[in-house]
């Protein structure tokens, strides 16, 4: 199985803020990374696929970058709402598997 | 507008068997790809299982055996028949589907299986 390792668990940030969360696989997964949102109580929101294609009606601030092993989301500026878990997810071989996540908590 | 709703989940004895459900609207279950994803604090997300558009099916090595996906196009939705459940398979299911990556996903339905 492809292991995904995700970093930092857990950032502390302040609104404005440049985020970077990064997630690397065990194996070369070329592009097929995506990145999720998600609140407490909601299921998790697409925000990047195929790692740097942005999913409609997400905002601009949302970046994603990478291939092969080594990926990044960017949060170029951050916004209350933003404060939340993210997860990545490698889809090129089964079984999918997820990073354990990072919480991105008001500093 | 694409929309998913599980239902089925419940608390469970170990052992025991559940079968969940996940209506679709906006989408056809049998024009695209199906996904099941449990999450449990524990083991985090984990992806369980999905049935293709083509009807090849895949399943998660631990519940190989076990679970059961299907899909029924008379009614638009996509089932998780789960028997021998196991502690470990607590965790709140989601059903999604798969055009860009797991792209929409449900509400989710809590499983709980008690030892």
């Known amino acids: 199985d492809i292991q995904m390792t995700q970093s930092p668990s857990t950032l502390s940030a302040s609104v404005g803020d440049r985020a970077i969360i990064t997630c690397r696989a065990s194996?070369?997964?070329?592009?097929?990374l995506a990145w999720y949102q998600q609140k407490p109580g909601r299921a998790p929101k697409l925000l990047i696929y195929q790692a740097s294609n942005l999913e409609s009606g997400v905002p601009l601030r949302f970046s994603g970058s990478g291939s092969g092993t080594e990926f990044t989301l960017t949060i170029s500026s951050l916004q209350p709402d933003d404060f939340a878990a993210y997860y990545c997810?490698?889809?090129?071989?089964?079984?999918?598997?997820f990073g354990q996540g990072t919480k991105l908590e008001i500093k | 507008e694409v929309q998913l709703v599980e239902s089925g989940g419940g608390l469970i004895q170990s052992g025991g068997s559940l079968r969940l459900s996940c209506a679709a609207s906006?989408?056809?279950?049998?024009?695209?790809?199906m996904t099941w994803v449990r999450q449990s604090p524990v083991k985090g997300l984990e992806w369980v299982s999905t049935?293709?558009?083509?009807?090849?099916?895949e399943y998660t090595d631990s519940v190989k055996g076990r679970f059961t996906i299907s899909r029924d196009s008379s009614k638009n939705t996509v089932y998780l028949q789960m028997h021998s459940l196991r502690a470990e398979d607590t965790a709140i299911y989601y059903c999604a589907t798969y055009r860009r990556a797991l792209d929409v996903w449900g509400q989710g339905t809590m499983v709980t299986v008690s030892s």
């Open positions: 049935i293709h558009d083509n009807g090849r099916i």
């Open positions: 194996q070369s997964i070329s592009n097929w």
């Open positions: 997810l490698q889809y090129s071989t089964y079984p999918y598997t």
């Open positions: 906006g989408v056809t279950v049998t024009g695209n790809s």
